[in-house]
C-alpha cells in the first residue's frame, strides 16, 4: 500500500518516533513525504522514503496532486492544531481531498496508530478494490 506522511515543524520528532514504532509495518509499504520529513524518517529508521519537495517548497500541493489522483491509500497527517507556523501546511485542504476520494486520513498519533494497525490486519485491501 501507499502511504503518504506529512508533519508539521512541531510534530516532525513524533512522526519519527511513531516511524520508529511502526518500521516493521511500514517496510511492507510504499511510503511517500515531504521533503524534510521524509529525510528525517530514513534518517531515523532506514527505511526508503519518496521525497517530494519540502512541504512550504510545494510538497504538500503535490501530495495533494497525488490524493486527487487517488494514489495513496493512507495519509498520515501529523498537524500542529492550535499553532500552525506560517510556512505550515495548511490542513484542511489535505482533508477535504481525502474525504472527496475516500482515503483514510489520520491527523494525531492515536488515530494514526490505529489506521497502521488496521492496514496491517488487512482491514485496508478494499483501497485496492476501489482504485
Known sequence: MKIA???HDSKKELMQNFCIAYRD???KNELYA???TGRLIENA???????????YLGGTEQICAQIEDNTFD???FLREANNPHINDVDPGHICKLCD???IPLATNAATAE???KAMDRGDLDWREMYQ
Open 34 to 36: 515531504t521533503g524534510t
Open 114 to 116: 490505529l489506521l497502521i
Open 45 to 55: 529508521t532506514g527505511l526508503r522514503v519518496y521525497k517530494y519537495l519540502a512541504g
Open 5 to 7: 506522511l506529512i508533519a
Open 100 to 102: 472527496i476520494y475516500n
Open 25 to 27: 509495518i511500514l517496510a
Open 74 to 76: 493512507l495519509v498520515i
